[in-house]
């Protein structure tokens, strides 16, 4: 009996060893391949880079088709698509921008904030404005006050803030980061293990960056007349970029991974070596190029040559109309339609080369904002000064000889620049052509073109919709009917249903957001 | 211990003292002894295969049992949980269980498909010809609309790895096919919870158990079984051999498709895809020595079998696997038992799914001999943009060799006569040293790239559990097991690519410079423990009643909510007996048996590891910066720190018959199940900044009726016929998801270029379609544009459904003296099959659904931008085909039922008598055909595929016709013999 006791018990004994320590053999969950948290100075470069070459990067992919900076070879495919406005739901800027490049950004915020380090919260908050502005300017409502905030559940139906609301929130988020950029008590330096490769670690830089920014998004407010302030503007603009070497950018490369260069160059610009995207740059901005404003003589831009490359046949320079492919010729006009006779898109200048930057905004850019406020203020001589400084800013970025650039102001001041900056429209027509000139392929500038209706008037007459375009959406003879908006991630309407606006693309393609209308 | 009808000496029956533990087993020559308390003890016999007796021993010292043949099969010994064997007439739900020679005969290389047929409400579908592919098994649909719904493989008593590892263009094999089929003694399937509970959430789907055989007390024998296997293509795919290559109705000698003129009287038009497959040869042995005394017995098996594939190069799968086990008493209290296996697999496959795998000759124009791969400077010729198959399959192979042991050891410990102490202790273990390589010159890679990957994944198992019965008033049996079980998952996964070849005619890691080197490494780590209660109590074996309830703690889960209970019941009731007891014989020749059995259940189950948090990477997509530092990781799931354990609630009744003398037996069973809160990895909407998250939420229903019939028409001493029947409908609904999602798709599971995949829909079918359709306004109608083609919707819409209505098998056994057939029907009606494959070839031109290319065609529409009916007609040209005609996936959506006669085997054996001078105790010769007969209007190759292989979770990939190497048909030759 007393061995059957002592069996019983030893059992027991068993049983409640293997019980108990159940804990720690049960604590093996936390993620043995990959962190959870890095501290903020690992973080910043990630930030930067995927709002350039993620959120930027995918917001200019098609767009610099609408904006008719470079033509597909062939007339059927995805490219054609876009630069005929056959846009869909399968248009993924949208989670570039949201799941990419939005969530580094707000991390960094909190991470600043957590850290004591409010540098890093400015730098965060100036990236997450800078993503809402791209997409606002795209879609009109977006996801805001609903989005990712690093801190809470996700949220399977996140609601859609209107655009006059998301504006108010980019300039309170620009700010609190130009406040934050201000403050003295900075714990750790944002350029502590390298990863500012915009300003290495110079807070004053990032505090004009901020401001830069915020003239841009206050600038796009140029049909709300009871909403447009130049003073506010010319004061962000002032505060903003005022020399050179300040632009937000900074070089891709040829590293190890092909997706560590410019994606123009390489990886995005091509299905494969045979394939790519655009073929050649637009007839259109060869005209910007070789024409002065307003009277559309003709004078070649020093710049040509340095953004784009001219026929291996004939050393001219020549582009394409976009919708007519090759075989449509230069222009359109059926004329030159060897592939020798133009030069090539990728690799073939300043912006698609292999370590090409994709500036966020540059200083040559606040000069032309600044001169587009002081215009419509009525200060021409100030609006004057600020063109020229524009103008030469971006000619000495991309390595315009001195002489090349005077010659130049010359030629465009005895071309009668200064009496056209007495005409409103004349005045815009320089600056908007300026800016297309010198912010090539960033998603801005279809800004301005929907700012300006994409009047002949400003652009030229070069300027028109597309050949073959979707006439399914748009009117095939209302040569005034063009693409205001684009239509929201298919992903986000089937999975987000109840709060994705009317998403078909006959209405999203031609509804213009919120700046896009008069009040 | 002898059979009653033939006399022959039975070796092995189980003999327990009943009410108790206790017992003993038969030796070689039918003897056994046991020590009884008293003679007064009732001894229960029972053995596979023959009618369980109870025999009171009435004060006899000797005894001469004679057992009956069980005549249909189902009164018999299963076991259900852990090892614990019980009478299948005890169950309060559906079991079944398949023996040895159902499983050789099929002569299946991979066990899973050894089952195909032979189980109600099991679907098994393999992916396809190349040998080692991946099959995916199914027990009444499905109950997770993300994670794998395969059941939990248990060999041994402990569970095993049956995953599938592999992209989405080289799925891997699913890795019970390590099991060398030879060594099984018995599957048991356990179908649903309540059979499954006590092996706890990974049994939720259902369960596979596995017996190896053991040694009998006796004699050693030696057995040797060898086949010699041919197999060619099953079907290919009707190509157009009308239009040569070109572009636009003219030939260009370098166009990549078929969309030239039509071909000249007299011209050569090859068949490139006819030619490309060969017949393959397959040889497999097995060896076994078995044998024993009277308190020790062991079994030892070694097996070779090499496999070759239709495809020339790089399409094979060995299998070398050895297996000893053995057993002894220490003492008259103590047993001791290990079994270990140690298996090499080594497969060699190619990539598949695209226009550069495997199935290249889709795309091939037929004028040009695909044969002709090599330039005159031997470099890869390709005319298609595509490698050329050819080339291909010998530059570009998948390697996967594996390793892999499994070790069991189990004590059983009687200390007092009314208490049993089981301890088993148990690891799977294997490594898998993938290599991937594309040599210089492949398309996608033209300098050469190289992948090296080491997986090494263990499951070591702990089980204690311990038993006691006891008897009351000689009418109320109990038996109580109470257990404990603690299980371990440890994975990793290495992997390092290289890439640009400096020299190319060398495929290694070192032959690349540094910077184009890269490595990863992935771990995962699962505990889970349970203590688990199972608890039996029958009134004179009559009525049952069963009690289980297991609590698990799971590593997966947050700390406060890792703990959880699940409880099952089930209720049997042998009404013959029963009324038979209460004085109301309705027992007669006409209806001998009648069982009725009802059972509910509910079973947790854990999340996956590492989900709760979300992680930092530094890795983007091919079409995104390199961020060159940590950003959000938005690849992987959403963490959710909030996540609770989900539940499956399952409930089935059944009855069983048997009428006209046991010759006929039938098993009826409906069952329904609900699995709510899911853990459920699914899309979300972009703005939520992230692609994919892990939540609690939606519900599935299962339902479905399964009818097995046992049939015993003929059953002469010569001549002897047996037929089984099953049947089993299961509807697979997803009741409702999380959020205002309507789908949950499985990216998974994508068809060639991206227009169909396999999805989940709310309200609809768990197995449903996805795919790419034409724009249609609210009546149906299509929006046209104003040329008045068709136009493609940017939204993926509901195509179809791939569960099938119904499946079903037949098996006839007929055996005349020493000849015996028996062949298997396989039975699939319904279910649609998306046929990529036929897309790739409208693309390429070269389906035959594109000789109505120039005519034209008014589409009966609306013109969207003028709301008017369309009047116009249009031309069906190649831009039509490869751009509108080919993104309607719904073109491509077709029935996939099927006939099959899934094997048929012809086996004679020599008579003892003419054996008598040879040092052979038996031999016996046998022919199989497999996949002979296939009667289905699907137009593609086969419709039993799954284009992604059996790793696809949730929904799976079966029903994705996707460019794989076409199933073969086969015929097998072989012997066995026993010294």
Redesign the interface.
């Known amino acids: 009996m007393k061995n059957?006791h002592l069996?019983i018990g030893s059992?027991l004994l068993?049983?409640l060893f293997?019980?108990s320590a159940?804990e720690d053999?049960?604590?093996?969950?936390?993620?043995?391949?990959?962190?959870?948290?890095?501290p903020p100075e690992?973080?910043?470069?990630?930030?930067i880079?995927?709002s350039?070459?993620?959120s930027m990067?995918?917001g200019t992919r098609e767009v610099s088709a609408v904006m008719q900076y470079g033509v597909t070879r062939n007339t059927?495919g995805a490219f054609w698509n876009a630069e005929t406005w056959r846009f869909?739901?399968?248009y993924f800027f949208?989670?570039?921008a949201?799941?990419?490049a939005?969530?580094?950004a707000?991390?960094l915020i909190r991470l600043g904030e957590e850290d004591g380090s409010p540098h890093f919260v400015g730098v965060g908050k100036t990236l997450q404005a800078l993503n809402f502005g791209m997409l606002a300017d795209q879609f009109g409502a977006?996801?805001v006050s609903?989005?990712?905030d690093g801190i809470s559940?996700?949220?399977?139906?996140?609601g859609f803030d209107p655009q006059d609301e998301v504006y108010e929130t980019i300039i309170r988020i620009l700010d609190e980061a130009i406040a934050a950029f201000r403050q003295a008590e900075n714990n750790t330096p944002i350029n502590r293990t390298g990863?500012d490769v915009l300003y290495q670690g110079d807070i004053e830089k990032w505090e004009r960056f901020a401001w830069s920014l915020k003239a841009r998004y206050l600038n796009h407010l140029s049909k709300k007349s009871n909403l447009y302030d130049p003073a506010a503007i010319i004061e962000a603009a002032t505060n903003g970029f005022n020399a050179d070497g300040m632009d937000a950018e900074f070089n891709y490369s040829a590293?190890?991974?092909?997706?560590?260069e410019n994606?123009w160059y390489s990886?995005?610009g091509f299905v494969n070596v045979d394939n790519p995207r655009f073929f050649t740059w637009s007839q259109f901005f060869v005209d910007l190029l070789t024409k002065f404003p307003v009277t559309e003589n003709e004078y070649q831009d020093p710049r040509i040559s340095r953004i784009m490359q001219p026929a291996s046949s004939d050393g001219e320079y020549r582009g394409l109309r976009p919708g007519m492919g090759l075989a449509g010729g230069q222009g359109g006009s059926g004329e030159f339609t060897n592939p020798e006779d133009y030069g090539r898109f990728s690799n073939s200048g300043f912006y698609t080369q292999i370590d090409s930057p994709m500036p966020f905004i540059t200083y040559s850019e606040v000069k032309l904002i600044e001169a587009e406020a002081r215009l419509r203020s009525g200060d021409v001589p100030g609006a004057l000064a600020a063109f020229e400084e524009g103008v030469r800013a971006n000619m000495r970025k991309l390595g315009v000889a001195p002489t090349e650039i005077e010659d130049y102001w010359a030629a465009l001041v005895a071309d009668g620049v200064s009496s056209h900056f007495t005409n409103l429209t004349n005045g815009l027509s320089h600056i908007m052509r300026q800016k297309y000139i010198a912010l090539p392929l960033n998603p801005e500038i279809w800004v301005d073109m929907r700012r300006m209706d994409y009047s002949q008037s400003i652009y030229g007459p070069s300027l028109q919709r597309p050949a073959n375009l979707n006439?399914?959406?748009f009117s095939e003879t209302d040569e005034t009917d063009w693409i205001r908006a684009m239509?929201y991630?298919?992903?986000?309407?089937?999975?987000?249903?109840?709060n994705v606006p009317p998403n078909t693309?006959a209405i999203r393609l031609r509804s213009r957001v919120w700046w896009d209308t008069a009040e | 211990m002898t059979d009653a009808e033939s006399g022959d000496v039975l070796t092995g029956v189980n003999i327990v003292i009943s009410g108790t533990l206790e017992g003993t087993t038969t030796d070689l020559d039918g003897n056994f002894e046991l020590t009884v308390p008293t003679l007064n003890e009732t001894l229960v016999v029972s053995f596979i295969g023959y009618q369980r007796q109870r025999v009171a021993i009435e004060g006899r010292s000797t005894l001469d049992i004679r057992l009956a043949p069980e005549l249909i099969i189902g009164d018999e010994l299963v076991i259900t949980a852990f090892g614990l064997e019980r009478e299948t007439k005890s169950l309060g739900y559906a079991i079944q269980q398949v023996r040895s020679d159902r499983i050789i005969e099929t002569r299946q290389p991979n066990i899973v498909n050894a089952l195909q047929g032979q189980v109600a409400g099991v679907q098994i579908t393999n992916s396809g010809g190349a040998p080692g592919a991946s099959s995916m098994m199914l027990i009444r649909g499905g109950t997770s609309l993300s994670s794998d719904n395969q059941p939990l493989f248990v060999v041994d008593g402990i569970p095993i790895d049956n995953s599938t590892t592999g992209e989405l263009n080289s799925p891997g094999s699913n890795r019970a096919i390590d099991i060398n089929p030879a060594d099984i003694e018995s599957i048991t399937i356990l179908k649903g919870p309540a059979a499954a509970a006590l092996y706890g959430q990974r049994a939720g789907s259902g369960a596979v158990v596995i017996t190896t055989r053991r040694g009998a007390e006796g004699r050693a024998v030696i057995d040797y079984a060898s086949t010699v296997s041919f197999d060619r293509v099953g079907n290919i795919p009707t190509l157009q051999s009308r239009y040569k290559q070109g572009e636009q109705g003219v030939f260009d000698p370098n166009a990549t498709g078929s969309w030239g003129p039509a071909f000249q009287s007299g011209e050569t038009v090859y068949d490139n895809l006819g030619d490309f497959f060969q017949t393959s040869f397959t040889q497999n042995h097995d060896i076994s020595l078995s044998g024993g005394t009277a308190n020790s017995r062991f079994y030892a098996s070694a097996s070779v079998m090499d496999q070759g594939g239709i495809v020339e190069h790089n399409n094979s799968f060995n299998r070398n696997s050895f297996r000893l086990t053995a057993d002894t008493r220490a003492g008259s209290n103590l047993r001791l038992e290990g079994t270990a296996s140690y298996v090499e697999t080594d497969r060699r496959y190619v990539s598949q799914g695209s226009a550069g795998g495997v199935m290249g000759a889709l795309f091939w124009p037929r004028n040009d001999n695909m044969r002709d791969y090599l330039n005159a400077d031997g470099t890869q010729r390709t005319i298609t943009g595509s490698d050329n198959p050819y080339w291909g399959t010998i530059n570009k192979p998948f390697k996967s060799d594996v390793s892999r042991s499994m070790i069991v050891g189990s004590v059983f410990y009687d200390?007092?006569d009314f208490l049993n102490?089981t301890y088993r202790l148990g690891t799977d273990r294997y490594t898998d040293s993938r290599e991937n390589y594309q040599a210089t010159g492949a398309m996608a890679a033209m300098g050469g790239i190289i992948t090296n990957s080491e997986i090494n994944n263990q499951i070591t198992t702990s089980t204690?559990m311990?038993s006691t019965g006891r008897t009351f008033a000689d009418a109320i049996n109990t038996r109580l097991t109470v257990g404990?079980n603690?299980e371990m998952l440890d994975r990793s996964v290495m992997s390092q690519t290289g890439q640009n070849f400096i020299d190319p005619d060398f495929p290694n890691i070192n032959n690349v410079v540094e910077?184009?080197r890269r490595t990863s490494?992935?771990?995962t780590?699962?505990?889970l423990?349970g203590?688990f209660v199972d608890f039996d109590i029958d009134w004179k074996d009559m009525v049952f009643l069963n009690f289980r309830g297991r609590n698990d703690?799971?590593?997966?889960l947050p700390v406060n909510n890792?703990s959880f209970f699940y409880p099952a019941v089930s209720a049997s009731v042998v009404l013959t007996e029963v009324m038979n007891e209460l004085g109301y014989n309705i027992q007669g020749p006409a209806l001998s048996y009648i069982k009725l059995r009802g059972s509910w259940a509910r079973v947790g189950k854990d999340a996956p590891?590492?989900i709760?948090?979300?992680?930092?990477?530094?890795a983007?997509n091919?079409?995104?910066?390199?961020?060159?530092?940590?950003?959000?990781?938005?690849n992987?799931f959403?963490?959710?720190p909030?996540l609770k354990p989900e539940f499956t609630n399952s409930f089935e009744f059944g009855a069983d018959f048997r009428f006209l003398d046991e010759r006929l037996g039938l098993d009826f069973s409906y069952y329904r199940t609900e699995t709510d809160e899911q853990i459920l990895g699914t899309?979300?909407?972009?703005?939520?900044?992230?692609?994919l998250?892990y939540?609690n939420g939606g519900s599935i229903r299962n339902e479905g009726v399964e009818i097995i019939l046992n049939t015993h028409p003929v059953r002469r001493s010569r001549f002897d016929w047996r037929l089984d029947l099953n049947f089993a409908k299961n509807t697979a609904s997803v009741i409702d998801l999380?959020?205002?999602?309507?789908?949950v798709e499985l990216s998974d599971s994508w068809a060639a270029f991206s227009v169909a995949q396999g999805s989940a829909f709310v309200d609809g079918p768990l197995f449903g379609i996805n795919g790419r359709v034409w724009r249609t306004n609210d009546d149906g109608e299509l929006l046209l544009?104003?040329r008045g083609y068709p136009?493609v919707s940017?939204?993926l819409e509901y195509i179809g459904n791939r569960e099938p209505d119904w499946i079903g098998g037949m098996t006839n056994t007929f055996s005349y003296q020493t000849w015996s057939l028996s062949f298997t029907w396989d039975v699939r009606i319904g279910g649609k099959i998306f046929n990529a494959t036929e897309n790739a070839l409208v693309r390429s031109g070269l389906s035959t659904k594109t000789l109505e290319r120039g005519q034209t065609k008014v589409f009966d529409g609306i013109i969207?931008?003028t709301g008017e009916r369309n009047t116009q007609a249009v031309l069906l040209d190649q831009?039509y085909y490869t751009?509108l005609y080919a993104l309607n996936a719904r073109e491509f959506v077709e029935d996939g039922t099927w006939y099959r006669l899934r094997f048929v085997t012809l086996s004679y054996a020599v008579p003892a008598q003419r054996l008598a001078n040879l040092p052979i105790s038996s031999l016996q010769f046998y022919v199989t055909g497999r996949n002979l007969l296939l009667f289905t209007n699907y137009s593609g190759v086969d419709p039993e595929v799954s284009g992604a292989g059996a790793g696809v979770g949730g929904a799976g990939s079966f029903g994705f016709d996707n460019l794989g190497v076409p199933a073969t048909r086969g015929v097998d030759f072989g012997l066995r013999l026993r010294i």
């Open positions: 059957k069996k059992i068993l049983v293997l019980g159940c053999f049960l604590s093996v969950n936390d993620n043995p391949n990959l962190p959870s948290q890095v690992n973080r910043i470069l990630g930030a880079r995927t350039n070459g993620a990067w995918r059927t869909t739901s399968a949208w989670q570039n949201y799941t990419w939005l969530p580094n707000v991390d977006i996801v609903d989005s990712y559940q996700v949220n399977l139906t996140p990863g590293g190890s991974l092909q997706t560590e994606p990886w995005g006439t399914i959406i239509v991630e298919g992903n986000e309407e089937v999975r987000n249903p109840n693309p | 200390p007092f102490i204690l311990v404990h603690v910077q184009d490494r992935n771990e780590q699962r505990r423990i203590a703690w799971s590593s997966t890792r590891p590492h709760l948090a979300n992680t930092l990477a530094t983007t091919t079409f995104t910066v390199a961020p060159l530092g940590f950003i959000s990781n938005v992987n959403y963490g959710n909030a899309r979300t909407p972009p703005s939520t900044s992230s692609f998250a939540l999380p959020g205002t999602l309507d789908r544009d104003n136009q940017p939204v969207e931008s831009d751009s």
